[in-house]
């Protein structure tokens, strides 16, 4: 091997280093960012969630109350405003309860996976690798 080659094999593998460098710090990036992205939509789906669980409770002293004057009913007393508050804050409460799950599908679709776009990356150089013919050299 000449100087020119031996040279040029030292540029190409001190650009090859760099780029693999930037490469995995941009993939590291790209996860921190998903992971971020999924942290706030599992934050929506808590707060959707503790709104639900809060009408729920609401709804159950409503259940108690219906339940009360259903008792009460059977000595004449007026039962169905509670029982409909109730029913009410059960469509409130199963609407939120929806939108939390649905809000929790949508952030586990982002959950990040570092690791499969590591492994696509080492797929591409090993196909760049082996379709470079010997001998070649890019400067």
Same mark, same amino acid.
Not at 21 to 35: C, G, P, V, Y
Not at 112 to 137: F, H, L, M, R, Y
């Given at each position: ?6 040279? =040029?094999?030292?540029?190409? &593998? ?5 780029? !693999?460098?930037?490469?995995? #710090?941009?993939? !590291? ?5 998903? *992971?971020?992205?999924?942290?706030? #939509?599992? +934050?929506?789906? /808590? %707060?959707?969630? *503790?709104?639900? %669980? ?6 159950? %002293? @409503?259940? !108690?109350?219906?339940?009360? &004057? +259903? @008792? $009460?009913?059977?000595? +004449?007393?007026? @039962?169905? /405003?509670?029982? $409909? =508050? /109730? ?5 409130? =409460?199963?609407?939120?309860?929806? /939108?939390? !799950?649905?809000?929790?599908?949508? *952030? ?8 499969? %776009?590591?492994?696509?990356?080492? +797929? ?12 070649? =050299?890019?400067?």
């Amino acid at each position: 091997m000449s100087d020119d080659q031996k040279a =040029t094999m030292g540029m190409l &593998f001190s650009r090859f280093s760099a780029q !693999i460098s930037t490469l995995f #710090r941009a993939e !590291i990036a790209l996860a921190k960012s998903q *992971a971020k992205e999924s942290g706030k #939509r599992f +934050g929506l789906a /808590a %707060g959707l969630f *503790a709104v639900a %669980g809060v009408l729920a409770l609401f709804m159950l %002293g @409503w259940l !108690i109350q219906a339940m009360f &004057f +259903g @008792w $009460l009913a059977l000595t +004449g007393a007026n @039962w169905g /405003a509670a029982l $409909l =508050t /109730a029913l009410v804050l059960l469509v409130i =409460t199963g609407i939120l309860a929806g /939108a939390g !799950i649905a809000s929790v599908k949508k *952030a586990q679709e982002h959950i990040p996976d570092p690791a499969s %776009g590591v492994k696509t990356d080492v +797929g591409i150089i090993k196909s760049a690798i082996k379709s470079q013919p010997e001998g070649e =050299t890019h400067e």
